[in-house]
């Protein structure tokens, strides 16, 4: 089992950045990747950035590119979302989420190949 714990969401104008963080712990050695989603009210959940755990390979949304950052610290088992130039359609919940077995690095972006996941942090960007 991996248990994720996310924090650091909240509100801020448009333009403003925030840093989120996810603490993974219990049975994160065996893991192949993590990743960040977000579900906004009526939509369904989408990848925001997804990274390998060991060779460190990167997946980014194109709604993202350029203004978010995802890193992890293997040493303190966790995962980093660094945003910037924030807008209000990035107003979501954000979820980190652990997937266990590679699947290929075109599996980062399918929520469905993920094991483990978050509770949610909120992110409210006003305008």
């Known amino acids: 089992q991996v248990q994720l714990v996310e924090s650091g969401g909240g509100l801020v104008q448009a333009g403003d950045s925030l840093r989120l963080s996810c603490a993974a712990s219990g049975r994160t050695f065996s893991s192949y990747a993590m990743g960040w989603f977000r579900q906004a009210p009526g939509k369904e959940r989408e990848v925001v950035a997804a990274?390998?755990?060991?060779?460190?390979?990167?997946y980014y949304a194109d709604s993202v590119k350029g203004r978010f950052t995802i890193s992890r610290d293997n040493a303190k088992n966790t995962l980093y979302l660094r945003m910037n130039s924030l807008k209000a359609e990035d107003t979501a919940v954000y979820y980190c989420?652990?997937?266990?077995?590679?699947?290929?690095?075109?599996?980062?972006?399918?929520?469905?190949?993920?094991?483990?996941w978050g509770q949610g942090t909120q992110v409210t960007v006003s305008s």
């Open positions: 989420a652990v997937m266990r077995v590679s699947w290929g690095y075109e599996s980062l972006r399918l929520a469905g190949m993920y094991d483990y």
């Open positions: 990274i390998t755990w060991n060779d460190g390979n990167i």
